[in-house]
């Protein structure tokens, strides 16, 4: 009887709950410059540390709402110029120091200053005040009502940093959010260490480790071997099928912010031509593209806008691929005989593969295309900051961005006063009928004089080990932010 019952209790033990997963280890393909979100516009940074280790007033979950953050709630006054915060209370920096208002206010003006290097200035352009009433509410005011000023601030642009801290963040971030920086071996990995003093519901992994794998096949084989356990933004669409036929993944595929574009330069001959823009535009096959580079899996656009925003109107059909237009357009500017130019391309997989078949595609109208790829500093010295360059391939993943052809100084050197003056009505309008008819009136300015090439909004193509749970699907804004992933726990035999 007793021999029987120690067969019975060995036979329990060894039928169990495996206990949940608490390390996260995550695949990133591009590694960032820095991880300061304020100091550039590289959306790596991001997908790294935005709602991990910095955190805003407010933050932008995956269906692109609008939720609390470092302030609990808010109100805004009638005219739409002032913003009353509440912030929660018994909050701390990652080096300890306490959060409170001045720590707003501090953020804000840098980022407004007149030497700020923030990637997103614009967003604090409008703001006249900022009043402190006690340490947990203060007033932000406008200039005038911006409806979108509340989404801004829930951009990575705008985290809250600390003043004892800030310049340290490029490379030892401090944060408030539920992540503390612990390591970064560049080139290989960065670290991160849970919380435990988070002013909020503490995340249940204990540890973030993000795997830099540049290389497509070298992500597909990290995956299979259990290097890493998600790669949210799996850089290779061509073998997703191989991850849907594994019942130890899941894959999802969802849409981001990200407009795909060749980029011209408006102010260089003989882009500053019009009819050079309409004839590469005509060139253009975004089909090709897409099925080419993309595998299929992306959504043609003719502006920069999103598909999935309720204001979107499709321009694809405005300068249909066809050759024999787009050589009579040639000729008309002058060049029948062609011309040469150069395409910069930035390190990421699309980009590349684009540029390939772009250059391919503008071939047969006389365009001969030389192209440079570039890592990414040399891209944003030579392309972003010193407008160095013919045409160049990216995707802008800032939401609802098209206010950036109003800037005459950005890198596609777009001077326009029609476009720049239907931006400004956007600004100072609060009639949400109006601010529709106005974001449809600037994509089609934009797309009819062809300011660019528009190819396809980026997918965004999640691969991840079965039982990984609260992985955002889409990319409303660059972010992967860990604070509600886990593992749910397996039932199984336990090995003896």
Same mark, same amino acid.
């Given at each position: 009887?007793?021999?029987?019952?120690?067969?019975?209790?060995?036979?329990?033990?060894? @039928?169990?709950?495996?206990?949940?997963?608490?390390?996260?280890?995550?695949?990133?393909?591009?590694?960032?410059?820095?991880?300061?979100?304020?100091?550039?516009?590289?959306? =790596?940074?991001? /997908?790294?540390?935005?709602?991990?280790?910095? /955190?805003?007033?407010?933050?932008?979950?995956?269906?692109?709402?609008?939720?609390?953050?470092?302030?609990?709630?808010?109100?805004?006054?009638?005219?739409?110029?002032?913003?009353?915060?509440?912030? %929660?209370?018994?909050?701390?920096?990652?080096?300890?120091?306490?959060?409170?208002?001045?720590?707003?206010?501090?953020?804000?003006?840098?980022?407004? %200053?007149?030497?700020?290097?923030?990637? &997103?200035?614009?967003?604090?352009?409008?703001?006249?005040?900022?009043?402190?009433?006690?340490? +947990?509410?203060?007033?932000?005011?406008?200039?005038?009502?911006?409806?979108?000023?509340?989404?801004?601030?829930?951009?990575?642009? =705008?985290?809250?940093?600390?003043?004892?801290?800030?310049?340290?963040?490029?490379?030892?971030?401090?944060?408030?959010?539920?992540?503390?920086?612990?390591?970064?071996?560049?080139?290989?990995?960065?670290? *991160?260490?849970?919380?435990?003093? +988070?002013?909020?519901?503490?995340?249940?992994?204990?540890?973030?480790?993000?795997?830099?794998?540049?290389?497509?096949?070298?992500?597909?084989?990290?995956?299979?071997?259990?290097?890493?356990?998600?790669?949210?933004?799996?850089?290779?669409?061509?073998?997703?099928?191989?991850?849907?036929?594994?019942?130890?993944?899941?894959? /999802?595929?969802?849409?981001?912010?990200?407009?795909?574009?060749?980029?011209?330069?408006?102010?260089?001959?003989?882009?500053?031509?019009?009819?050079?823009?309409?004839?590469?535009? #005509?060139?253009?096959?975004? &089909?090709?593209?897409?099925?080419? =580079?993309?595998?299929?899996?992306?959504?043609? @656009?003719?502006?920069?806008?999103?598909?999935? #925003?309720?204001?979107?109107?499709?321009?694809?059909?405005? +300068?249909?691929?066809?050759?024999?237009? =787009?050589?009579?357009?040639?000729?008309?500017?002058?060049?029948?005989?062609?011309?040469?130019?150069?395409?910069?391309?930035?390190?990421? @997989?699309?980009?590349?593969?684009?540029?390939?078949?772009?250059? #391919?595609?503008?071939?047969?109208?006389?365009?001969?295309?030389?192209?440079?790829?570039?890592?990414?500093?040399?891209?944003?010295?030579?392309?972003?900051?010193?407008?160095? !360059?013919?045409?160049?391939?990216?995707? #802008?993943?800032?939401?609802?961005?098209?206010?950036?052809?109003?800037? $005459?100084?950005?890198?596609?050197? +777009?001077?326009?006063?029609?476009?720049?003056? @239907?931006?400004?009505?956007?600004?100072?309008?609060?009639?949400?009928?109006?601010?529709?008819?106005?974001?449809?009136?600037?994509?089609?300015?934009?797309?009819?004089?062809?300011?660019?090439? !528009?190819? *396809?909004?980026?997918?965004?193509?999640?691969?991840?080990?079965?039982?990984?749970?609260?992985?955002?699907?889409?990319? $409303?804004?660059?972010?992967?932010?860990?604070?509600?992933?886990?593992?749910?726990?397996?039932?199984?035999?336990?090995?003896?």
């Amino acid at each position: 009887m007793r021999r029987l019952f120690t067969i019975f209790i060995l036979s329990v033990s060894l @039928i169990t709950s495996a206990s949940a997963q608490t390390t996260l280890k995550v695949g990133l393909q591009l590694e960032p410059p820095n991880l300061d979100p304020i100091s550039g516009a590289a959306a =790596a940074i991001d /997908e790294v540390v935005y709602g991990n280790v910095f /955190e805003g007033l407010v933050r932008i979950d995956e269906n692109g709402d609008i939720k609390p953050g470092l302030a609990n709630f808010w109100q805004i006054s009638t005219d739409g110029k002032s913003y009353l915060f509440n912030l %929660a209370e018994g909050v701390s920096f990652h080096d300890g120091s306490p959060f409170d208002a001045e720590d707003v206010r501090f953020s804000f003006n840098r980022a407004r %200053a007149q030497n700020s290097t923030n990637a &997103k200035k614009y967003i604090f352009e409008p703001i006249a005040n900022i009043d402190i009433f006690d340490p +947990y509410t203060i007033m932000i005011s406008l200039n005038q009502a911006r409806p979108d000023f509340l989404f801004n601030i829930g951009l990575g642009d =705008a985290v809250i940093v600390s003043s004892k801290s800030v310049d340290k963040n490029a490379s030892q971030p401090i944060g408030t959010g539920p992540y503390k920086f612990k390591k970064w071996v560049r080139g290989d990995r960065i670290e *991160f260490e849970r919380n435990e003093n +988070y002013w909020g519901a503490l995340p249940k992994m204990e540890a973030i480790t993000f795997k830099i794998i540049t290389d497509p096949l070298s992500a597909y084989t990290a995956m299979k071997a259990g290097d890493i356990d998600t790669f949210p933004n799996y850089p290779a669409p061509e073998n997703l099928f191989l991850f849907n036929n594994d019942p130890s993944y899941e894959v /999802e595929v969802g849409l981001t912010a990200g407009e795909t574009i060749l980029s011209t330069n408006n102010k260089r001959a003989p882009f500053d031509n019009i009819l050079v823009r309409k004839a590469m535009a #005509h060139a253009i096959n975004r &089909k090709e593209i897409i099925e080419g =580079a993309m595998f299929g899996n992306a959504e043609p @656009i003719g502006s920069h806008f999103a598909p999935t #925003h309720p204001d979107y109107v499709d321009l694809t059909g405005l +300068y249909p691929h066809d050759l024999t237009k =787009a050589k009579a357009f040639m000729r008309e500017a002058g060049y029948g005989d062609g011309f040469t130019a150069s395409l910069k391309l930035p390190p990421p @997989i699309y980009a590349r593969r684009t540029g390939e078949l772009i250059a #391919h595609q503008l071939s047969k109208i006389g365009i001969k295309v030389n192209i440079e790829n570039m890592e990414w500093a040399q891209w944003i010295d030579q392309v972003l900051r010193n407008l160095n !360059y013919d045409l160049t391939i990216v995707s #802008h993943v800032e939401p609802m961005d098209i206010n950036i052809y109003a800037n $005459p100084n950005y890198y596609f050197g +777009y001077d326009n006063k029609e476009f720049q003056a @239907i931006i400004k009505k956007i600004d100072s309008s609060s009639n949400p009928e109006e601010i529709s008819a106005l974001y449809k009136e600037a994509q089609r300015k934009i797309a009819d004089d062809a300011v660019n090439g !528009y190819l *396809f909004q980026m997918g965004k193509f999640g691969v991840w080990k079965k039982g990984l749970k609260g992985m955002w699907r889409n990319y $409303p804004i660059r972010s992967n932010d860990f604070r509600d992933v886990y593992f749910e726990e397996q039932e199984g035999l336990m090995n003896d």
